[in-house]
């Protein structure tokens, strides 16, 4: 045991104290925001094209009120179309918008002229459209002497209010589900790179000492075995590291950039522009139950659940990478036809895992999350949501004895893999190798 | 005699092949002892039993009396052929490393690689990464993993390739220091000069099977054609005496063949009595080359048969 920790310290500290690692675990981050700030200021970005359009109200319909907008002016003119047409290039105006007289009252259509040089510009098209909309939206109102309140009162906003069957369960708010599926798609997401950069990161290793003939020198010390397992449990915590430090920059960083650049760089997302339709009120509403909902999920029971699931995910995918790398030489092309069979479960996993987000008691996701080689991926997912213990006892203790018996099973591939060179690896000979005698 | 290492009856089959086959033999304490063989002998294999990398089949093997334990390979320095260092490491730390996974502490591996590093006279290179190194000088670090912990036994497979004259006198004199404080070496080797120079006793495998062992000067007189060689002062037109025939006649020398029942005194005193001028009197035992080559072919022979 001594020496399987003395395994797990090298290659813990030679990956956590080179110049490439410290550099990736801090810009990723620093790119990450970079990449934030550069959407939100492309978003937040207003053309600087400015326009005066001369406005000719025929109906009276706009009361001599179109309001500006940054950039783009509305003046109103009582000459008629044909003495702006023709005097266009004596005037200060990029363009002529005719708003013809409302013949009928109850149309639906309503057409209004824009003359200019060129085409109107989409943002342009818009700002008019929703003026003139709203415009005569009121005109119409009086003309026909509607009650306002009335008409409000037609469009009405639904709120599904989830309740529990049994009095004084569990009383979920309308956003329980949103905010579980969106931190169990999360989970399933880290669980996922977690994988597949640490997974391969062991393969890659394991080859690199293979090839360095590293091993022959250390298997006189050591067991293979223990040389595997402590490369898994170094380059585990290697990837526990990254993350955590990843954790604290990114959420420090992007409050940082805030505070900064003075925009917030999610309100400036497109999904944001959608958000802003709704009242500030209801949003302030909206964030203070999201806050209440995140801090009733049951996080002492959620987050060691998702540890062990990534223990678990971890150890059985790492090791069969591990058992792959020692099997190859340095060919890459060999290593990915032979990692393609363990990435199937793992992109499955992944889409099971969007599906049980929205639908965490669907038998597809049930039976997934107790199956070992997608749980780890899957059942994170589901977390979040009320669901039955037993089906979590049930996983976790599949996972971990599945987890323990891939771990065995590639030692033995990668003990006779390792110090075998100039063989092609396949299958068969993997399953030869597990019953190979030490 | 005292046996560091007994080899009893050891088989070893990968798949269908037999790697070894029934090999026995053992190796005297504080001497140097050569595994030699052809390319695929199983040497290797016997190699990875000794040093617990892999298990036999059957038979048994004993360090010290002792069958093989999960103890041992602390006692045991092995260098392979294919030497392997981590490129990115710096030497200290690689060599502080190999040697707490070889059961020192901390400390005790720190004054072993300061000693070693100073025999040598390569402290300066403590911080140097692998991969700065020459691959001659990789190769002493090599070596200094390889004796760092103190092994009673130190297997060394083709230590002198890829060294210069100069280094390779200056390890085979750090050998010839670790015989003399008490360490049992195994020496596999194709190079034979360096077998005859350096080893006390051999074991020739073949096949798997062990076809020839004992002392190296016992060996080539087992081996030797009862031939001689006579070097003269200056040409000689003597006859060949009865009872030998001449296999070479060199300008000044000749080589000649005793026939059984001759002997090398009645050689010398026929030519004495022809009054031949005599400079040097050999008799030519044959090389371990010679040996090797012969043993391999005739074992072959029969294999075939």
């Known amino acids: ?438 | 005699m005292d046996s560091i290492l007994t080899l009893e009856e050891v088989s070893k089959t990968y798949e269908n092949k037999i790697a070894v086959d029934q090999v026995s033999f053992s190796v005297p304490k504080a001497g140097i002892f050569g595994l030699l063989g052809p390319n695929g002998a199983g040497k290797t294999s016997l190699i990875r039993m000794i040093t617990t990398i892999t298990n036999v089949d059957s038979g048994r093997i004993l360090l010290n009396g002792e069958p093989l334990n999960s103890r041992h390979p602390e006692a045991i320095g092995y260098m392979p052929e294919e030497r392997g260092l981590y490129k990115k490491m710096k030497v200290g730390e690689q060599l502080t490393y190999l040697a707490r996974l070889k059961g020192l502490s901390a400390q005790q591996a720190k004054d072993a690689i300061y000693y070693w590093l100073d025999r040598f006279e390569i402290k300066d290179w403590y911080d140097k990464k692998v991969d700065e190194l020459s691959k001659g000088m990789q190769q002493k670090v090599q070596f200094i993993a390889t004796v760092l912990h103190n092994p009673k036994l130190i297997i060394l497979d083709e230590p002198f390739t890829g060294l210069d004259p100069i280094n390779a006198n200056l390890l085979k004199d750090e050998i010839e220091n670790l015989r003399i404080n008490g360490a049992s070496i195994i020496f596999s080797t194709h190079r034979m000069e360096q077998v005859e120079e350096m080893c006390d006793n051999i074991v020739l495998i073949n096949q798997g099977r062990n076809i020839l062992e004992g002392n190296v000067t016992k060996i080539r007189q087992e081996y030797k054609q009862n031939r001689f060689q006579i070097d003269f002062a200056q040409a000689f037109q003597g006859q060949v005496p009865a009872g030998f025939t001449l296999l070479e006649n060199k300008k000044n020398a000749w080589i000649v063949q005793a026939q059984p029942g001759s002997s090398s005194n009645a050689l010398l005193s026929s030519l004495l009595a022809a009054n031949a001028p005599i400079a040097a009197f050999n008799e030519i035992l044959p090389t371990l080359n010679d040996i090797f080559i012969q043993a391999v072919e005739e074992n072959n022979e029969v294999a075939a048969a």
């Open chain 1, 1 to 438: 045991m001594d020496k399987l920790w003395i395994i797990i310290k090298r290659e813990y500290l030679s990956r956590v104290t080179r110049k490439t690692f410290i550099i990736a675990t801090i810009l990723t981050p620093l790119a990450f925001v970079a990449f934030f700030v550069i959407v939100g200021f492309i978003f937040s970005y207003q053309s600087d094209d400015v326009k005066t359009i001369a406005v000719l109200d025929e109906g009276n319909i706009l009361e001599g009120a179109l309001k500006d907008q940054k950039n783009l002016y509305f003046k109103f003119e009582t000459r008629d179309l044909e003495t702006l047409r023709s005097k266009f290039e004596d005037t200060d105006y990029d363009a002529i918008l005719q708003v013809p007289k409302v013949d009928n009252l109850m149309s639906k259509e309503f057409t209004v002229f824009y003359y200019s040089k060129g085409q109107p510009t989409l943002d342009i098209d818009i700002a008019i459209r929703d003026r003139v909309r709203d415009a005569l939206r009121e005109y119409k109102i009086k003309s026909l002497n509607i009650n306002r309140e009335q008409l409000d009162a037609i469009n009405t906003s639904i709120t599904l209010e989830p309740e529990p069957i049994e009095k004084g369960g569990q009383d979920a708010s309308k956003l329980t589900s949103a905010i579980a599926a969106g931190a169990g798609m999360l989970m399933g997401f880290i669980m996922y790179m977690a994988v597949f950069i640490y997974g391969s990161m062991v393969m890659r290793s394991v080859m690199e000492e293979k090839t360095n003939r590293i091993v022959e020198v250390m298997v006189s010390s050591v067991k293979p075995f223990y040389m595997m397992l402590g490369k898994i449990i170094g380059v585990g915590a290697v990837g526990l590291t990254q993350v955590l430090i990843w954790a604290i920059l990114i959420p420090l960083m992007l409050t940082i950039v805030q505070a900064v650049f003075g925009f917030d760089a999610q309100t400036s997302m497109p999904a944001g522009q959608v958000a802003t339709q709704i009242n500030p009120d209801d949003t302030q509403a909206m964030v203070a139950l999201a806050m209440s909902e995140i801090g009733n999920i049951n996080w002492w029971l959620i987050l060691p659940l998702c540890i062990l699931y990534f223990l678990g995910g971890y150890f059985l995918y790492s090791s069969l990478f591990a058992a792959i790398g020692a099997s190859i030489g340095d060919d890459m092309g060999e290593a990915q036809a032979l990692t393609i069979p363990i990435t199937i479960p793992v992109v499955l996993a992944i889409y099971i895992m969007m599906q049980a987000s929205q639908a965490p008691n669907s038998s597809l996701a049930v039976f997934s999350s107790i199956f070992p080689l997608f749980s780890p991926i899957v059942m994170p997912a589901r977390l979040a949501f009320p669901i039955p213990a037993w089906q979590i006892v049930v996983s976790i203790l599949l996972l971990l004895a599945t987890s323990v018996f891939f771990v065995w099973l590639s030692g033995r591939i990668y003990r006779v893999g390792i110090l075998l060179y100039g063989q092609k690896p396949t299958f068969k000979k993997f399953a030869k190798w597990v019953f190979y005698r030490d």
